[in-house]
């Protein structure tokens, strides 16, 4: 079993929908947690973190962490064209080393 | 403020030979990490600097790899007698690591291809 897990994708959502991306991890002991969005050719940019149950909200990105289930997920809502990139969800025990899933692609369709 | 840079961003080299690829953190910025990414997957974990101070090298794949963060700054990856599987994306990050904040920043990458 890998460690972080995402739905393989890609993903096509129509422009202005919900885009609703998962991610499970296997090691109960994980304490922080990230979304990363990385465009075709780019690095990996954080544009989440979670560190407690339940949900943030960041504009149009709610990130939502359920321990118990060992699962994040990040919607995005009213999508966008820029949206459209592989979105990577990160996991750390130990706040050092993350341990990345292999990502999901979406596609905003304009 | 600026980024992480690093350098050089294309590295073309041939099986056999060293190379050094070179990060710069974010000024501040007292971790520094080290990832490669394979194309279609997530960054995976190299090594890590905290201050100048290696304290992880457990994701480096054999002893060919090494890393140095000498002055608590900048470091530097060396890869000696290169071989093909190590054709790859090797990206740094850097953290403020303080009690707030655990997020990491990464630069732009180099891209190492042997020959």
């Known amino acids: 079993q890998k460690e972080v897990e995402q739905n393989s994708g890609p993903l096509s959502v129509p422009e202005g929908a919900i885009a609703s991306l998962n991610c499970t991890y296997s090691d109960r002991v994980s304490q922080s947690f990230f979304w990363y969005r990385q465009y075709s050719g780019k690095s990996p940019e954080l544009i989440m973190s979670?560190?407690?149950?339940g949900d943030k909200e960041d504009g149009r990105f709610t990130a939502q962490l359920n321990k118990a289930s060992q699962y994040v997920s990040l919607l995005i809502r009213d999508s966008q064209p820029s949206d459209s990139a592989t979105y990577l969800c990160?996991?750390?025990?130990?706040?050092?080393?993350?341990?990345f899933g292999a990502g999901t692609t979406v596609t905003v369709r304009a | 403020g600026a980024g992480v840079s690093q350098s050089p961003r294309y590295k073309v080299t041939k099986r056999g030979q060293d190379v050094a690829l070179r990060c710069d953190p974010i000024?501040?910025?007292?971790?520094l990490y080290w990832y490669r990414q394979a194309l279609g997957q997530g960054p995976e974990f190299l090594t890590y600097?905290?201050?100048?101070?290696?304290?992880?090298k457990s994701g480096l794949p054999n002893d060919r790899f090494s890393a140095e963060r000498p002055e608590g700054s900048i470091s530097t990856l060396t890869i000696q007698r290169t071989e093909q599987r190590d054709s790859a994306m090797y990206r740094c990050?850097?953290?403020?690591?303080?009690?707030?904040?655990?997020?990491?920043?990464f630069g732009p990458g180099t891209r190492l291809t042997v020959t």
């Open positions: 979670i560190y407690s149950n």
């Open positions: 990050a850097s953290s403020p690591r303080d009690s707030f904040s655990y997020e990491q920043y």
């Open positions: 990160a996991v750390t025990r130990d706040d050092y080393k993350l341990s």
């Open positions: 000024s501040g910025h007292v971790s």
């Open positions: 600097f905290n201050y100048e101070a290696q304290q992880d």
